[in-house]
T-cell receptor, first 119, second 110 residues
C-alpha cells in the first residue's frame, strides 16, 4: 500500500509554544490529506481536510486559527498547533488517499502519528 | 447519533477461538466501508475493505449488509497477535470523510 510519513513522532513542549507536524505522501501525490486527533481510549476524530493549493476545511468545533493547516505541495501537508495548552495534548494522525489508485483510491493510509504532550 | 457505532468490548478469547464483531452505520448513503486495526499507541492500519458480496482474507471475513446498515468482521482461529483494537469505518458518499467507530478491543489469551 501507499506510504505516508509523519514527523515528529513525539513532541513534548511548554504551554504557549507552537508545534508543527508534517505529513508526507512518499510514493504518490495526494491532493487531499486528513488530520485526526485521538484522545486515550477514544476513536479518531477528524479535525480538518487539507486541500492542496487551497484552504483547509475544518470540522465543526475545531478552531482554524489554533490549528493551522498548510498544504503547499502534492506530497506535504503541515499542521501547526499554535499556543499549545495542556488540553491540546493528544495523538495527532494524518492520512492521505491516492486518487490514482484505481479501486484502492478510497483507502486512507495513515502516518505513524504524533504524540503531543504540552506541559 | 454517531455515524458509526461499535461494541467497545473488551472481547477476551482463547487462542484458536472464532470471534465476530459487528458495527452499524447511520448514513444509508455511505459509500465504502473498511476494517482497520489499531495497536496500542500506533496508527490505524487497513485490515480489509468490505464489499457487499462479502470478502475473505485468510482467517478474516468481512461482510456488509446495506439493508440493515451493518458491517461485520469474523476472525477464525484467533492468534495472540490478533490482539488489538478493531475500527469499523464508513466513508461518506462525498468520498472525503471517514467516520470511525470507537473501536472494539480484542485480547487473545494463551
Amino acid at each position: 500500500g501507499a506510504v505516508v510519513s509523519q514527523h515528529p513522532s513525539r513532541v513534548i513542549c511548554k504551554s504557549g509554544t507552537s508545534v508543527k507536524i508534517e505529513c508526507r505522501s512518499l510514493d504518490f501525490q495526494a491532493t487531499t490529506m486528513f488530520w485526526y486527533r485521538q484522545f486515550p481510549k477514544q476513536s479518531l476524530m477528524l479535525m480538518a481536510t487539507s486541500n492542496e493549493g487551497s484552504k483547509a476545511t475544518y470540522e465543526q468545533g475545531v478552531e482554524k486559527d489554533k490549528f493551522l493547516i498548510n498544504h503547499a505541495s502534492l506530497t506535504l501537508s503541515t499542521l501547526t498547533v499554535t499556543s499549545a495548552h495542556p488540553e491540546d495534548s493528544s495523538f495527532y494522525i494524518c492520512s492521505a488517499r491516492d486518487p490514482l489508485a484505481g479501486i484502492a483510491k478510497n483507502i486512507q493510509y495513515f502516518g505513524a502519528g504524533t504524540r503531543l504532550s504540552v506541559l | 447519533r454517531k455515524e458509526v457505532e461499535q461494541d467497545p468490548g473488551p472481547f477476551n478469547v482463547p487462542e484458536g477461538a472464532t470471534v465476530a464483531f459487528n458495527c452499524t452505520y447511520s448514513n444509508s448513503a455511505s459509500q465504502s466501508f473498511f476494517w482497520y486495526r489499531q495497536d496500542c499507541r500506533k496508527e490505524p492500519k487497513l485490515l480489509m475493505s468490505v464489499y457487499s458480496s462479502g470478502n475473505e482474507d485468510g482467517r478474516f471475513t468481512a461482510q456488509l449488509n446495506r439493508a440493515s446498515q451493518y458491517i461485520s468482521l469474523l476472525i477464525r482461529d484467533s492468534k495472540l497477535s490478533d490482539s488489538a483494537t478493531y475500527l469499523c469505518v464508513a466513508q461518506s458518499n462525498t468520498g472525503n470523510q471517514f467516520y470511525f467507530g470507537t473501536g472494539t478491543s480484542l485480547t487473545v489469551i494463551p
